[in-house]
């Protein structure tokens, strides 16, 4: 058996590691989300591609649109002038053309870091939920 001293020794021992590695992981987040930042294309586009976590060689991005959101949807958020056009509008195809690119662009800078090997895309929940709340402020509600 062991001591209680060499019992409290090992679980610290074992918080340190495990809060060491949290912490490696939050950097490791901000590091590729700065790299989105640094790139002028990605950076400027109205949606901030992100890197929402990393497990293991994959990084799960943030992404507007997924099998449950149109990208018509997603651009009218983005976009809401663009809500108003009927959808064969050549505005609509420019900016899907211009969403998947700025997407890719934004998944090869991540892919270029060393240790990721995937992207993952999944729907940026948390983004549209400040967005409803953004809007609800603004028309007062």
């Known amino acids: 058996m062991m001591s209680d001293g060499k ?3 090992l679980v610290m021992v074992v918080a340190a590691l495990f809060v060491g590695w949290l912490g490696w992981r939050g950097f490791e987040v901000i590091s590729l989300n700065e790299r989105l930042k640094s790139d002028d294309r990605v950076a400027s586009y109205p949606y901030q591609h992100r890197v929402l976590r990393v497990e293991g060689g994959t990084a799960i991005m943030g992404s ?3 099998h449950t959101t149109s990208t018509q949807v997603a651009l ?3 976009f809401p002038s663009m809500r108003h056009l009927d959808e064969s509008h050549r505005a609509w195809q420019r900016a899907e053309r211009e969403l998947a690119q700025v997407q890719a662009r934004a998944g090869d800078i991540v892919l270029r870091a060393s240790g990721i ?3 993952r895309w999944e729907l940026d929940e948390n983004w549209y939920h400040l967005q409803a709340m953004k809007s609800n402020y603004d028309t007062g509600l």
Do not use: E, H, P
Request: net charge positive; charged share 25%; no cysteine.
């Open 117 to 119: 090997r995937r992207i």
């Open 7 to 9: 019992q409290y020794l």
């Open 76 to 78: 009218g958020m983005v």
């Open 64 to 66: 507007l649109r997924s």
